[in-house]
């Protein structure tokens, strides 16, 4: 169905340019968890900053109707070309801020006397979202704002007063699939277009969806609709429903990229025969500096005064019955390693220093037979979103899955799984409290007899190639006391003899 905006002119007195209206349905948001067009109420972490721009194109979104006749007369806006610049801040678990710089441009109208052609800046906009905790999958939050008329005037891309938005914010989050909805209103003066349409407060609903079908790549689906209180519900200009779906794709940590397609439902300005959009978001987290421990200490008696000295912590002494070079033993159904790994800050990449300690875990499952599976758990502390958590966890566990088969340890003997920042070792937000729960475990879930150990394969396919190699990795011995078998080398024939280059006689 084609999408209309206004009434026909009652008289002949059109104005050379268009309304001051913005009849824009898709806002960005570049908060914590948004979907296009919808804040969510979601914080990232205290201190995260997202950053981003947000560009699409919008066909026939103002349409002149005729309602004597009940037909359409053209576009008024025939193509709108959008654009913004948005950032959003965490500052507390519970307080984020959101702002917008909206640009636009519109050509190609079929109603010259109504144009409003040409580009220029849209209103500005600012929101701060309140977050509730969360109560099992379901998240709460209120959202106020609004923006200044700073938009270029009589061309459908900026209002003459400010216009106040207030929200209630719901989300629900079970598996794969995330449900998010925004109720809201919009307060502002009301703008008579001189076409039998008054611009004025309105209703707004939103709802939308993710499906993860990985963690890195989902789809998203919402649907906008709004309802101007003086017709509320009783179809026209005023009242609007438009949809849109499309792919939302994180190819690293700290970047999104959300695109999508959306067409209006019903009568109603702002409403397209067709939207194309995309958006891509910056992600950053400030990692705050570590405190620095303070300790008293307590001068003599004659200056009789108490002076706080900032020194360093003292590095901790070794766990007791830690073997001198010992790096990793076998405690009860655990792997226990004397230094946590460690990996470059938000990412996967292990660092250099921790490469011992994987060899050393290699070399006991290596050394010991009985040891029949181990799986590896990742861990993370709790700046983070839960999803940005089980994500990291998860890509730090396989990290290490990798590495112990390259050090040689049979595919056959490992396993990984992500427990993300629900199992928190150390309570606290400072650093020093969140430093150990940011680690990597090595659980013993199954164990052999000592004269019932399995026949483990000389060849196997590996496991991210699917290529067939023949005993790539030692294999453990298959009772306790035997040696390791090494894998037997390829005998390389000798290169046979250069022709005499004297030739014959």
Excluded: C
Aim: net charge negative; charged share 20%.
């Amino acid at each position: 169905m084609t999408p209309w905006i206004l009434s026909l002119l009652a008289t002949g007195s059109a104005q050379a340019q268009g309304y001051s209206i913005d009849f824009e349905f898709v806002r960005p948001g570049f908060g914590a968890g948004a979907l296009p067009g919808l804040a969510t109420p979601s914080i990232d972490a205290p201190g995260a900053i997202r950053a981003g721009t947000l560009v699409q194109y919008e066909r026939a979104p103002v349409t002149l109707f005729d309602p004597i006749e009940q037909v359409e007369r053209g576009a008024i806006v025939a193509n709108h070309g959008g654009a913004a610049l948005g950032v959003s801040v965490d500052l507390t678990k519970w307080l984020a801020v959101d702002a917008t710089l909206p640009f636009g441009w519109h050509g190609g109208t079929e109603i010259p006397e109504l144009a409003g052609d040409g580009g220029g800046l849209g209103d500005i906009g600012g929101t701060i979202r309140l977050v509730a905790p969360a109560a099992g999958p379901v998240t709460l939050g209120l959202r106020a704002g609004g923006t200044l008329p700073s938009g270029l005037q009589l061309s459908y891309l900026g209002e003459e007063s400010p216009r106040l938005m207030a929200g209630l914010l719901a989300q629900l989050e079970v598996g794969k699939v995330r449900v998010a909805t925004d109720l809201g209103t919009t307060i502002r003066e009301d703008t008579p277009t001189g076409a039998g349409f008054t611009q004025g407060d309105e209703l707004s609903l939103t709802l939308g969806g993710l499906f993860a079908a990985t963690p890195r790549v989902g789809v998203a689906a919402v649907v906008f609709g709004r309802a101007g209180l003086p017709s509320f519900l009783q179809g026209g200009a005023e009242n609007a429903v438009e949809a849109l779906i499309g792919p939302q794709v994180r190819p690293v940590d700290a970047l999104l990229l959300d695109a999508g397609v959306g067409r209006g439902f019903t009568e109603g300005y702002g409403t397209t025969d067709v939207r194309l959009y995309a958006q891509v978001t910056w992600r950053f987290v400030r990692r705050p500096p570590p405190e620095p421990e303070i300790v008293q200490v307590e001068v003599p008696v004659y200056i009789d005064r108490i002076v706080e000295v900032e020194v360093p912590a003292p590095a901790p002494p070794p766990e007791p019955g830690w073997e001198e070079g010992q790096l990793a033993r076998v405690v009860d159904d655990q792997i226990v390693i004397r230094d946590m790994l460690e990996f470059v800050v938000d990412t996967n990449t292990l660092l250099e220093k921790s490469r011992p300690t994987l060899v050393a875990v290699a070399d006991i499952l290596k050394a010991e037979p009985r040891i029949g599976f181990v799986v590896i758990v990742g861990h993370a502390s709790i700046e983070g979103s839960h999803r940005h958590n089980y994500d990291l966890s998860e890509s730090r566990a396989q990290r290490v899955y990798e590495e112990l088969l390259e050090l040689g340890v049979h595919p056959s003997r490992l396993g990984y799984r992500a427990m993300g920042e629900v199992e928190t070792l150390v309570e606290g937000t400072d650093e020093a409290s969140l430093q150990p729960n940011r680690r990597v475990e090595f659980r013993i879930v199954r164990q052999y007899p000592t004269d019932d150990l399995p026949e483990y394969p000389k060849s196997f396919p590996i496991p991210w190639t699917g290529e067939l190699r023949d005993a790539p990795y030692r294999l453990p011995p298959q009772r306790v006391g035997d040696p390791v078998e090494e894998p037997v080398p390829e005998e390389v024939p000798a290169p046979e003899a250069p022709p005499d280059p004297g030739g014959g006689q």
